[in-house]
């Protein structure tokens, strides 16, 4: 089992950053794959980013935030950060952190075991 609590949401203008952050328990974060995702109103939730599990750094992204967004891991804290730059207003959504037993390169939700509560962002223009 994999408990994991995100953190970091918040209110930022357009062009603006947040840091998310989840910390897992339970397991080490480096034996699953970790992924973002996001739902905005009325939408149906979203993967954002992924990383590769047992110490691959590969990352690999959604079209819209590729190179604005970066995942990240750090080993030793058991944690997962999903760094967001120039935001924009269609970022606005709830986002969730999630663990995979998948070895491959998940995207979908169903692919996913564990996930977070959520944590709101919402970028205003």
């Known amino acids: 089992q994999v408990q994991l609590v995100e953190s970091g949401g918040g209110l930022v203008q357009a062009g603006g950053s947040l840091r998310l952050t989840c910390a897992a328990s339970?397991?080490?974060?480096?034996?699953?794959?970790a992924g973002w995702f996001r739902q905005a109103s009325q939408k149906e939730r979203e993967f954002v980013a992924g990383i590769r599990r047992y110490g691959s750094t590969t990352t690999y992204y959604a079209d819209s935030v590729k190179g604005r967004f970066t995942i990240s891991r750090d080993t030793a804290k058991n944690t997962v950060f999903l760094q967001m730059n120039s935001l924009k207003p269609e970022d606005t959504a709830e986002y969730y952190c999630?663990?995979?037993?998948?070895?491959?390169?998940?995207?979908?939700?169903?692919?996913?075991?564990?996930w977070g509560q959520g944590t709101q962002v919402t970028v205003s223009s």
């Open positions: 339970g397991r080490a974060f480096s034996t699953v794959t």
């Open positions: 999630a663990a995979a037993e998948d070895y491959g390169f998940p995207r979908d939700t169903s692919s996913y075991n564990y």
